[in-house]
């Protein structure tokens, strides 16, 4: 199977999607009682409003190995922790077929700002977002490209 945005098992299952996975990834989704993945931080921030359901975040900061939880739901992020928590992101005008590889491997949740400065100091193309910037963004982005989803 050759989809973008569709990853599959060596049976030819599919295993993910649009950012969600079936298969382990440092962040961690909990949505309803049930354990789901996602390509990145970013996708976390996204997807519980396209499921319909709030979701427990838990990720890890590439920095300093601090744990990182968030609740999401549709219209607010709550109870992160650190209370600082920071993402990076990557500039890209297109995401291809290897948009973990070239996209994913670059967002993450980092425990502080200075820790975010200094992945990125490191990583070209990537620059560090706050936590609330990256949700709204999320949320406008979720509007535009599924209205009829979001409908009601």
Not at 34 to 40: T, V
Request: net charge negative; with cysteine; hydrophobic share 40%.
């Amino acid at each position: 199977m050759d989809w973008p945005g569709v990853f599959t098992d060596e049976q030819n299952r599919v295993i993910g999607f649009l950012g969600l996975s079936i298969r382990p990834t440092p962040n961690r989704l909990t949505l309803d009682g049930r354990r789901l993945y996602a390509w990145c931080a970013y996708d976390t921030l996204f997807l519980p409003e396209l499921l319909g359901a709030s979701a427990e975040v838990e990720s890890w900061c590439p920095v300093t190995g601090e744990r990182i939880t968030i609740t999401v739901s549709a219209t607010e992020i709550t109870s992160p922790r650190p209370a600082d928590t920071a993402l990076s992101y990557l500039h890209r005008d297109e995401l291809d077929r290897n948009v973990i590889s070239t996209f994913c491997h670059y967002v993450h949740f980092f425990a502080d700002p200075a820790a975010a400065a200094a992945w990125t100091a490191k990583h070209e193309g990537t620059f560090m977002i706050s936590l609330a910037e990256r949700s709204e963004i999320a949320r406008l982005t979720n509007r535009a490209r599924y209205p009829d989803i979001l409908r009601g």
